[in-house]
């Protein structure tokens, strides 16, 4: 059992950039692959990027390759999401989740249903 809370969200201005956290309480964090999604209004939740239990590997969607940067921290039980050159587009609810598994991040999985445990979510707004 995990669970998820995430900050760090806000209003940004195009080209910002702006970092997301996640926190995870519960036991044995670090057997737990990390993902985060997005939603953004009237749209499906949307994968944005997952990282493997050791950090080994990290995946990322097309739309945001080059230009978000997942990491974690096993010792503090942590998640983040560095976001860089932001576009309006990115606006959306960001959500962390989480999947008991050891395989490498391309294997983790791009479904939101496939991910046992989630946050409640963070907004990021960017502003045109």
């Known amino acids: 059992q995990v669970q998820l809370v995430e900050s760090g969200g806000g209003l940004v201005q195009a080209g910002g950039s702006l970092r997301l956290s996640c926190a995870a309480s519960g036991r044995l964090f670090n057997n737990f692959g990390m993902a985060w999604f997005r939603q953004a209004p009237g749209k499906d939740r949307e994968f944005v990027g997952a990282?493997?239990?050791?950090?080994?590997?990290?995946y990322y969607s097309d739309p945001v390759k080059g230009r978000f940067t997942i990491s974690r921290d096993n010792v503090k039980n942590t998640v983040q999401l560095q976001m860089t050159s932001l576009k309006p587009e990115d606006t959306a609810v960001y959500y962390c989740?989480?999947?008991?598994?050891?395989?490498?991040?391309?294997?983790?999985?791009?479904?939101?249903?496939?991910?046992?445990?989630w946050g409640q979510g963070t907004q990021v707004t960017v502003s045109s």
């Open positions: 990282i493997s239990r050791g950090s080994a590997s990290k």
């Open positions: 989740a989480a999947k008991l598994t050891s395989v490498s991040a391309q294997s983790m999985g791009v479904m939101p249903g496939t991910y046992s445990y």
